[in-house]
């Protein structure tokens, strides 16, 4: 079974910065995608910034979060980072970690979740 395994969340205070990991662990053939979304209390889930592997790397992030948040990946440790940079009250939310996974011809390609991190941004 696939697992992925978030950390780095916290409280921070406006201005401040944090870094979330994801790992992914388990048999698989490769990873094609990994990336953050985010839900706010009475709010839908939205993605925060995704990084995509096929030859090339491509890197794509809500509006709200470009130039303060950057996506990065160590493919050695199937590991995802989030560092987020001069965060807002509004950035409160619990991030989810979210992974495409290939497992060859045996197995259908599937998508699995972390179990969420919080993140809470206030003075």
């Known amino acids: 079974q696939v697992q992925l395994v978030e950390s780095g969340g916290g409280l921070v205070q406006p201005g401040g910065s944090l870094r979330l990991s994801c790992a992914a662990s388990?048999?698989?053939?490769?990873?094609?995608?990994m990336g953050w979304y985010r839900q706010a209390p009475g709010k839908r889930r939205e993605l925060v910034a995704l990084?995509?592997?096929?030859?090339?790397?491509?890197?794509n992030y809500a509006d709200s979060v470009k130039d303060r948040f950057t996506i990065s990946s160590d493919s050695a440790k199937n590991t995802v980072y989030l560092q987020m940079n001069s965060l807002k009250p509004e950035d409160t939310a619990v991030y989810y970690c979210?992974?495409?996974?290939?497992?060859?011809?045996?197995?259908?390609?599937?998508?699995?979740w972390g179990q969420g991190t919080q993140v809470t941004v206030s003075s």
């Open positions: 979210k992974a495409g996974i290939e497992f060859g011809e045996s197995r259908n390609d599937e998508v699995f």
């Open positions: 388990g048999t698989f053939s490769s990873i094609y995608s």
């Open positions: 990084i995509t592997f096929s030859g090339l790397t491509f890197t």
